[in-house]
């Protein structure tokens, strides 16, 4: 669950690197993407527990990971139009890079893409 050295998204959280944190309540925090996707383009992180993976959150901690699927909701509708895409890379070699569960929102016209 938690690795020795503390992930990016957690030094973001301690304010030792500089982000704009969008959105912050007692569990969850949302931060805007250093290289956007898409018009709108956030990331919402569990401030709890450095799970790697949405898989793993799931079993250790359903009301968080649907806290983190409000929260993702809730800042697409401010944000956006309230239409979006919600993204967890799981995996290397599904693209993820950074071993702290985050939920990608993807908003407004999105990249022409394999899902789309
Ligand atoms: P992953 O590839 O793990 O699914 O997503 C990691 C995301 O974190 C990437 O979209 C990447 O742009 C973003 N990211 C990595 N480092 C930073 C950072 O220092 N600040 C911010 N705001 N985003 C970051």
Not at 69 to 98: C, H, I, M, W
């Amino acid at each position: 669950m938690s690795t020795s050295e503390p992930s990016i998204f957690s030094r973001i959280l301690a304010r030792e690197i500089p982000a704009d944190i969008v959105y912050e309540s007692e569990s969850v925090f949302a931060i805007t993407d250093i290289a956007p996707q898409a018009p709108v383009h956030l990331l919402v992180i569990p401030k709890t527990g450095e799970y790697r993976s949405v898989g793993e959150l799931a079993k250790a901690d359903p009301a968080l990971l649907a806290e983190m699927v409000a929260v993702a909701d809730q800042l697409a509708a401010e944000r956006s139009d309230g239409e979006y895409r919600l993204v967890f890379n799981t995996g290397e070699s599904a693209g993820q890079t950074v071993f702290h569960v985050h939920a990608h929102v993807l908003g407004g016209q999105l990249p022409e893409g394999t899902l789309a």
